[in-house]
Every structure is written in C-alpha cells, then in structure tokens.
C-alpha cells in the first residue's frame, strides 16, 4: 500500500529535549516536505527536500533541522524543543519536482511540548 | 497581507446546491495551483490541480483559474453531507519548490 508513515503520532515531552520525528514513503517520491498546522494559520511549510542531500528552508525553519540521506526518509529534528513548537505536523512527498503541489500526506504527528 | 488568502467561513449551504470556494494569492509568479480538502481529524487530501487559466472539471468539482486576477476557485457541484470539510488552497511558486497554503475555508452542507 501507498503510503507516508510517520512516527510517533502523539508525543508530549518537555522544553529543551531533543526528538525526532520520523517520515518514511515507499512510492519512490523526489520531493518531500514538512509542515506544522496550527488553529488560524494553516499549514506552513518547515522544509522540503528536492532530492537525497537536497533541502531547503520553507517559512518557518526556525528550532527544527532536516536531512535526506535516503530517497524514502525524511526525518524531523527538533534539536531544543519550546512550547511554541507544540502543534500538528505533517510529513507529505510527491513523486516528481514539477508536481510539488500533488502532494501525499501523512497521517500527522501531534506534538505537545511542556 | 497574507501570501494566499481564504475566508475561513463556515460556508454553510443545502444539500444539493453548488458551493463555491474562493482563494486569492499575491505571487504574480505562480504556476500551480492546488484544492486540499481536510476532514477533521484528518490529514489533507488532494482533490483538484490546476495549471493553466480557465476551468478544469472533475465529477462534481470544478477548479476555476484566472491568474489575471490572481484568483482560483473550487465548485462542488451536487454537494453532500461528506462533503463537509475544511478546504485548503495551495500554491506553488514559479521560482522555487515552496507550497503555500490557505488557512483554509470550512464548509458545512446541510441535509
């Protein structure tokens, strides 16, 4: 089955802990992408990756980091979490660079940060 | 001003009747254009693209571009209680891989 996993789906931890959170697709996807999504503001984007050891800065990097060193995984780095941090995120890859917006969603991870 | 903007709603409308969702952009730039429809709980789906000015049909959704007026839209034709959702619109920009989206408008079809 088609899909982007992405792990844990619910965590809640505390100020300045490190965490990963884990997205993994298994279509063969170039592109690949993170977003958080807070109540009012919508989705927006933390990073994307064009290719493996290919990323770029979406609107708001701030706190988090990224790497693609495999074409199927894109993980999410939260090096000193705050609770400004604490918000739904969402893993999403689409199979060609020319189709940035055809995007497949993860079922989404729910970050709470105390 | 926000870079695509949306009303929130809830754009509320009768089964049956046609809903129409509106999104504007400030990118004169942008080539693509995308409807996500988001059940709560739930993560987006994708259920229109457009590329190229005019109106592209899909069953009963129908995506409306006019670049002009740096305006695209979203008719639901027909509309069902399932198809009460928030709907996002996305845009991509011409000169980088970045999506951008609404905040999203909510729709509620009543029975």
């Known amino acids: 089955e088609a899909q982007v996993t992405q792990n844990p789906r619910y965590l809640i931890t505390v100020t300045g802990k490190k965490l990963t959170v884990t997205c993994s697709q298994n279509?063969?996807?170039?592109?690949m992408s993170w977003y958080r999504q807070d109540p009012g503001l919508g989705l927006r984007q933390i990073y994307y990756?064009?290719?493996?050891?290919?990323?770029d800065k979406g609107d708001v990097p701030e706190g988090y980091k990224v790497s693609r060193k495999e074409k199927r995984n894109f993980p999410l780095i939260l090096e000193s979490p705050s609770p400004n941090q604490t918000s739904l995120y969402f893993c999403?890859?689409?199979?060609?660079?020319?189709?940035?917006?055809?995007?497949?969603f993860g079922e989404g991870s729910r970050l709470t940060v105390l | 001003q926000k870079e695509v903007e949306q009303n929130s709603g809830p754009l509320s409308v009768p089964e049956g009747a046609i809903a129409s969702l509106n999104c504007t952009y400030s990118?004169?730039?942008?080539?693509?254009f995308f409807w996500y429809r988001q059940y709560s709980g739930k993560s987006p789906e994708l259920i229109m693209f457009?590329?190229?000015?005019g109106d592209k049909e899909d069953g009963r959704f129908t995506a409306q571009l006019n670049k002009a007026s740096q305006y695209v839209s979203l008719l639901i034709r027909d509309s069902q209680p399932s198809d009460s959702a928030t709907y996002l619109c996305?845009?991509?920009?011409?000169?980088?891989?970045?999506?951008?989206f609404g905040s999203g408008t909510r729709l509620l079809v009543r029975p």
């Open positions: 999403a890859s689409s199979l060609r660079l020319a189709g940035v917006g055809e995007l497949f």
């Open positions: 279509m063969n996807h170039e592109y």
């Open positions: 990756s064009m290719n493996v050891e290919v990323t």
């Open positions: 990118d004169r730039g942008s080539q693509s």
């Open positions: 457009i590329y190229s000015n």
């Open positions: 996305a845009v991509a920009s011409g000169s980088s891989y970045k999506l951008i």
